[in-house]
C-alpha cells in the first residue's frame, strides 16, 4: 500500500447531514428498504461502466460479466455488498456521500417538521438513497476504486455518525465498490440470508444485474464447509423488466420497477407498457406518479425518461422523449433505431426521437383519457398533483390542443364545492339557446362564487366556470373554442348572453329603458369625479344584487394575466377598466339625490369596492376607509 496518509476527516455539507440525521434516528418503519437503495446504486454504477465501455473496452479490466454480490457475517453483524460497476474517485466519494446536489433540498428540508408520520412521508419524496444505510448501520465503510484507476487508488470512507467522516487511501485490486453496513444491535435481525433474499425478491427482483449471494450450504454437519469455496447463486431474475411479456410482470413488480427508475417511493397511479414495431422498434414503459416532487417547479429539476439501446443503458433524464409538460412522466424507454454512442445533441436531431416523442405523447395523453373515464378518482388525484403543468400544454403542444382541452378540469357554479368538471360535461348540459361557455377568473373558489359577476347568470340559471389557477387566464389565452363553443370570460367586454336574453328580458327592457334616462346624469357624474381611472361608467346589465363592478375589454388583460407580466418584469399594457354601476342597489339611490360631497364619496366608494372584487389591489385603502365611513355615519 503506497497510501500512507493517515486517515482525513471531513465534514457533511448542511443537507447531507440534515438527512443523515433523519436516518440516524430512523424516522422509516419500513427499515428494509436500505437494501432496495443500495442494489439501485450498484445497478446504476454496471449501467455506468458498461455505457463508458462503449468507447473505452479497456475499462472493463478483463471483467466484463457485472454483478452485484451480498454476504453476510451473521456473527459479527455486517451485510456486504459489492458491485464490479463504475466504481468512484477520492473526488466522487466527497461528491457523491458527502453532499446533496439536488437544488431546493435546503428548503425542502425546512418543510419538515419532526412530526415522525408526515416526515417519513415527505421525505420518500425525495428518495434517501444512500443514505439510508443508517436507518440499520450504526457505523458504513465504502471501499470503492474507479474503473480504469491503479489498484492503490483506491478510497476507504466511513462514517459512523452525523457530522463527519473519514477518508483515507487504499489499495483495492477490483474496480467497483464494496459496503459493509455495521448493523445497530437492535437490527442486526438483518444479518439473515433468508431476510436478504426476500427482500431482493420483493424489491429488486427486477433489477437487470445479477445479483448473487452464497449458496446455503447442504450439509450442515459439514466441518469444512467454512473452508470451503463460496459457491454464489444468483437470487434475483436478472432481466429487464420491460422485455418481459405483459402477462409474466405483476403488479408488485412493475411498482417496484418504478421506484427504482424514478427515486419516488409512493406508488404510480398508472402505467403503460408498449412494444412497437412499425418503422421504428422501441419498448416503452411509462409511469404517471400519484403525487408531485418537491421541486417540479425547479427549472432545473432533471426530467425525462431512462434511455436504453437496445438494452444498455444510455443515459438517465432523457428530456428529448416527452413535451415539458409530461414532464412529471417517469420511465424507460429502449430503442434499436439510436446507436449505442448517442449524446444529448443527436438525440435532439433524430427523426427517430422525434417520431417517438410524438407517440409517447399520444400514449401518455390516451392513458390519462382513459384514467378520467374509468378511474374518476384516481383522475382527481393526478389533476390535483399536475393539472397544472398539464395546462402548459395548451400553449406547448398545438397538435394536440383538443385532447388535452379535454382533460382539463374546473370548479363549476354547478357542481359542488370540491368537484371539478370537464368541458365537455359543462357542453353536455347547456341550454339549448347557450351558444357560448362562459367563465370567471378570481384568485379562490370563495373568491369566484361570492363574486358579483355571477349575479347575472344565476338568476337565468347559466352555468359558470369558475378558474381559480393562478395561470388560468394564461391558459384561457390559448383557448377560445370547445365543441364549437366559444369560451367568454364573463369579466371582460359587454355582457353577451346570446339568444337567451332577447327571449327571456324583452318586457324587462321596457322597464329598464325609463331608469336609464333617470341614470345617465349619475353616470356622468360619477365618470367625472373618477376622471381616468376608468374609461368610461355605464348602467350594468350584470348585477342584481351589487352596487358596481368593473368589466375589461374583450382583448385586454385582466389581473391575473397584468400580475403575470409584472413577475416577469416585462411591461404591461396600459388599460382602463369601464365601471358599471346598478342604480337600483339601496346604497345608489340613498346617495345618489345627496350633496356634491356625498357623491364624490359614493363615487369613489363603489369603485374601489369593484376594484376589491376583481381581484385586484386597494390603491389608497387609508382613502377608501375615510371615504366609507364618512357615508356610513352620514
Ligand atoms: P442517487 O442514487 O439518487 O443518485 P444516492 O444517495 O443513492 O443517490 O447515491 C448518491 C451517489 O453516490 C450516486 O449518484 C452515485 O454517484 C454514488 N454511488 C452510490 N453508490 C455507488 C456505487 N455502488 N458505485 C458507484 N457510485 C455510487
Ligand atoms: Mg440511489
Known sequence: MTAAAKPETLGFQTEARQILHLMIHSIYSNKEIFLRELISNASDACDKLRFEALNAPELYENDTSPGIRISIDEAVGTITLSDNGIGMSRDEVIDNLGTIARSGTAKFLENLSGDQKKDAQLIGQFGVGFYSSFIVADRVVVETRRAGFAADQAVRWSCAGEAEYQLEAITKAERGTTITLHLKDEEKEF??????????????????????????????????????????????????????????????????????????????????????????????????????????????????????????????????FLPLYLRFVKGVIDSSDLPLNVSRELLQNSPAVSAIRSALTKRVLDMLENMASENPEDYKKFWGAFGSVLKEGMAEDFTNREKIAELLRFSSTAADRDEKISLADYVARIKPSQDKIHYLIADSYEAAINSPYLEIFRKHGIEVLLLTDRIDEWLMSHLSEFQGKQLRNIAKGELDLGELEKAESKEEKDDTDKSTTDSSELTEKIAGILGDRVQTVR?????????????????????????????????????????????????????????????????????????????DDLDNPGEFIRQLNRLLVA
Open 191 to 320: 444479518a439473515n440470508a433468508w431476510r436478504l433474499r426476500s427482500i431482493i425478491k420483493k424489491y429488486s427482483d427486477h433489477i437487470m444485474i445479477p445479483i448473487s449471494m452464497a449458496k446455503p450450504a447442504l450439509d450442515k454437519n459439514n466441518e469444512d464447509s467454512a473452508e470451503q469455496e463460496v459457491e454464489w447463486e444468483v437470487v434475483n431474475k436478472a432481466s429487464a423488466l420491460w422485455t418481459r411479456p405483459r402477462s409474466e410482470i405483476s403488479d408488485e413488480d412493475y411498482k417496484a420497477f418504478y421506484q427504482h427508475v424514478s427515486h419516488d417511493f409512493r406508488d404510480p397511479l398508472v402505467w403503460s407498457h408498449n412494444r412497437v414495431e412499425g418503422k421504428y422498434d422501441y419498448t416503452s414503459l411509462l409511469y404517471i406518479p400519484s403525487e408531485p416532487p418537491f421541486d417540479l417547479y425547479q427549472r432545473d429539476t432533471p426530467r425525462g425518461v431512462k434511455l436504453y439501446v437496445q438494452r444498455t443503458f444510455i443515459m438517465d433524464d432523457a428530456e428529448q
Open 539 to 615: 348602467l350594468s346589465r350584470r348585477l342584481t344584487d351589487s352596487p358596481a363592478c368593473l368589466v375589461v375589454g374583450e382583448h385586454e388583460l385582466g389581473v391575473q394575466m397584468r400580475r403575470i407580466l409584472e413577475a416577469a418584469g416585462q411591461p404591461v399594457p396600459d388599460s382602463k377598466p369601464v365601471l358599471e354601476i346598478n342604480p337600483d342597489h339601496p346604497l345608489l339611490s340613498k346617495f345618489s339625490g345627496g350633496s356634491d360631497a356625498a357623491i364624490e364619496d359614493l363615487a369613489w366608494v363603489v369603485y374601489r369596492q369593484a376594484l376589491i372584487l376583481s381581484g
